[in-house]
């Protein structure tokens, strides 16, 4: 009878629970719960997961673009502004390029695409203010330089979110009690389509670029201003446009009426585009909405 009591009383092996590291990635979405269905199956950590890879992606860029300038005591004010320029030139690459990639790898969510990309440019463009603002301060960029190039790039931004509203769908109406982010059976899986939609922005990035080149080869680009257009219509060259160290002026990337014609045309285009979102968006819920009025 005692040696039955002992045995019951007789501690176990006490199991650990997760780390506080695991329990983080657990609560931000970056990682499946453990002991809890995961209900962020579908579109893991909405927002929170992207917040934190774009915060990651912000501080790698920026370490690795400065380390590689070498020691940072014998940098030259020239050598820092050429890693600035380096520094936007990415975070455009990170906002056009690896942010679609991102989206379109994932399975649409149930309020389509347009809700996603409310969030997302809210995450992509307040840290951006951050970097590129105090590099009047650092570089000696004019003031007017820098709010081109926030402009330029804010409008891209808007461009590649009006392309992912559409890529993305329209979504469907939420049922009662259902989670915006709980798995949607009726959703399109990634496939073949989304990789067309991946080459077209590629494409239309690219384009102005590859025609550059292409008539500076047949010796056809000899008018300035359309050098300086084509190298303005792309997000990877048009911080190298408008940042480059121009001395004779007296001041480093000063911008002319040139390159603001240019940022303002590209805003007028991001304008524009989600117009057109906004049609084929209303068009949609009307008949959606005829839809659910006929079952």
Known sequence: MNDQQTTEHQPGPVRQGPSKFRLWLEHVGLVVPK?????????????????????????????????????????????YREGARMLVTVISIGITVMWPMIRLSQVSPVGGGMVVVAKDLVILLVPLQAVLWPQVVITGWTVSAVAASDVLLISWALIVGAFLSIALGRGRRAKLGEQKLDPDRKAPRPGLSRTYWMIALIVAILLGPTLLIWLQSIGRAQSEDVRLLLRMSSPLTAPWEMLKD?????????????????????????????????????????????SEQRA
Request: with cysteine; hydrophobic share 50%.
């Open 35 to 79: 002991d809890e269905p995961d209900r962020w199956a579908h579109r893991r950590g909405e927002p929170r997961g992207f917040a934190v890879l774009w915060m990651c992606f912000l501080l790698i860029s920026t370490l690795t673009v400065f380390m590689a300038l070498g020691d940072p005591v014998r940098v030259t004010a020239e050598g």
């Open 246 to 290: 121009r001395i004779w002026t007296g001041q480093h990337a000063v911008v002319g009426s040139a390159h603001w014609r240019a940022t303002w045309m590209t805003a007028c285009f991001a304008a524009s585009a989600w117009v057109l979102v906004a049609i084929i968006r209303g068009a949609g819920n009307g008949r959606l909405a005829q």
